[in-house]
């Protein structure tokens, strides 16, 4: 251990992680010639070229490969050893979170989690991000300390899950379609539609599950998120499908309806939190996931949007 200096060790952590020279030396702090210094010490220490260039991109050689999970391991126990506290007093924190998150989140997580912080810890500041374009992976927790999305995307890190949610329809209350006594996918789907998106690629949950029931919808507008979407709909014909307790807190005051879908029909959403695993024993990380935690276990127990007593069925070719 004398002849290894352990300084090294967190800008090898960087670079095995990030594979590039310029974004590790930004993580730690250095310029960029400290950090090449750096990696020409530890090709030293290893007899090995670690990251080789391939085109304009950075690759990890196979030793590389094989030294970064021990590496990920060293540096959360030193990380562990270092942040361990006998406790945590929220009152006596002054620390700065960053969240990122969708603005459907933002209105159903963030809003009650800014007032339970304001009473546990008026000096926490929580700033809040877009989770739209975020870097893959662990990237993106170079600068976030939590990120609440939905299950099935690739956020990267440890996670939790927080709450389960479900689609329904909202449209205006004066639709013709919340004339009939029955009213089916097909129904929904001849209707013109104002559908969320969340960047190029992303097929969203209403959509998919629209597809695979083999009913393709007319969509009128496109926006981005699903918040507007309740406003959108309101004195037109469109019909939008968004996130039930979205709707819930949206549709209060505005002239439209949320018609639920029935139960074989159902279109869920499971959202959680998603953190660096360096972060996981942080007792000022934990205080804030718990925080997330208690907020998001009431939030099911507060819905109360009420809904069109005539619900969305199957098609009727397969009725």
């Known amino acids: 251990m004398k002849e290894v200096d352990m300084n090294l060790l967190p800008n090898l952590h960087a670079q095995l992680e990030l594979r590039n020279v310029s974004r590790a ?9 400290a950090m090449s210094a750096a990696l020409a010490r530890l090709r030293r220490h290893f007899d090995d070229e670690l990251l080789v260039r391939a085109g304009r991109e950075y690759t990890l050689t196979a030793f590389a490969q ?13 990380h562990d050893a270092m942040q361990m506290r006998s406790e ?20 159903v997580v963030v809003r009650p989690l800014r007032a339970l912080i304001t009473r546990q810890a008026p000096q926490v500041s929580v700033e809040i991000m877009p989770i739209v374009g975020l870097d893959a992976g662990l990237e993106a927790f170079g600068h976030v300390d939590v990120i609440i999305g939905p299950m099935g995307y690739d956020f990267g890190g440890s996670n939790r899950q927080l709450f389960r949610d479900e689609f329904v329809a909202v449209m205006d209350s004066a639709n013709p379609l ?50 507007i979407l309740p406003f959108l709909v309101e004195g037109t014909d469109l019909v939008a499908l968004v996130p039930r307790l979205l709707a819930g807190r949206l549709a209060t005051g ?11 029909l159902e279109m869920p959403v499971v959202e959680a939190m998603y953190w660096h695993p360096l972060q996981t024993t942080d007792l000022a990380s934990i205080w804030l996931r718990e925080s997330i935690q208690q907020v998001c276990r009431k939030i099911r127990a507060e819905d109360t949007v009420p809904t069109h007593p005539v619900r969305i069925g199957p098609p009727r070719n397969t009725r």
Request: hydrophobic fraction near 45%; charge should be negative.
């Open 25 to 33: 030396a930004e993580r730690a702090h250095l310029g960029q010639s």
């Open 66 to 78: 094989n030294l970064a999970p021990a590496v990920e391991e060293a540096m959360a126990k030193v």
């Open 88 to 107: 945590l007093d929220p009152t006596d924190t002054d620390r700065t979170f960053v969240l990122a998150a969708s603005d459907y989140a933002t209105t």
């Open 178 to 227: 919340l004339d009939r006594d029955q009213l089916t996918l097909e129904d929904i789907a001849s209707a013109p539609h104002a559908a969320g998106e969340f960047g190029p690629g992303v097929t969203t949950p209403p959509m998919q599950f629209l597809a695979d029931a083999g009913v393709t919808p007319v969509i009128a507008a496109r926006v981005s998120g699903w918040q």
């Open 254 to 264: 505005l002239s439209v309806t949320v018609v639920e879908f029935v139960p074989e």
